[in-house]
């Protein structure tokens, strides 16, 4: 059974840090590229970040580039998102994703999917 479990979410000023975990279990994590996505109270679901399945190719959306950081450990089972200079709109639950096959950011693409964690972010 494919667990995915993000924490490190909370409340936070504006122009304040944090950083968000995905511990997985349940699959080869090394295999399967990962993504962060979120959803914004009362918008879709919006792509975040992804990083290939044994790193160096990482995407990022344009709205974070620059802010946000996606890692993972392949020892640990664990993606990260380092979030920096967070802003009010970044406000939002933050899932993290798993895919199997080819890289990208096309969130139907993805196999498995976490509970989401939230993030405030106060002005």
């Known amino acids: 059974q494919v667990q995915l479990v993000e924490s490190g979410g909370g409340l936070v000023q504006a122009g304040g840090s944090l950083r968000l975990s995905c511990a997985a279990s349940g699959l080869l994590f090394s295999s399967y590229t990962m993504g962060w996505f979120r959803q914004a109270p009362g918008k879709g679901r919006e792509f975040v970040a992804a990083?290939?399945?044994?790193?160096?190719?990482?995407v990022y959306a344009n709205s974070v580039k620059g802010r946000f950081t996606i890692s993972r450990d392949n020892a640990k089972n664990t993606v990260y998102l380092q979030m920096n200079s967070l802003k009010p709109e970044d406000t939002a639950v933050y899932y993290c994703?798993?895919?199997?096959?080819?890289?990208?950011?096309?969130?139907?693409?993805?196999?498995?999917w976490g509970q989401g964690t939230r993030v405030t972010v106060s002005s």
């Open positions: 990083i290939r399945r044994v790193g160096g190719t990482i």
């Open positions: 994703a798993a895919k199997s096959n080819s890289f990208g950011s096309v969130q139907s693409e993805y196999d498995y």
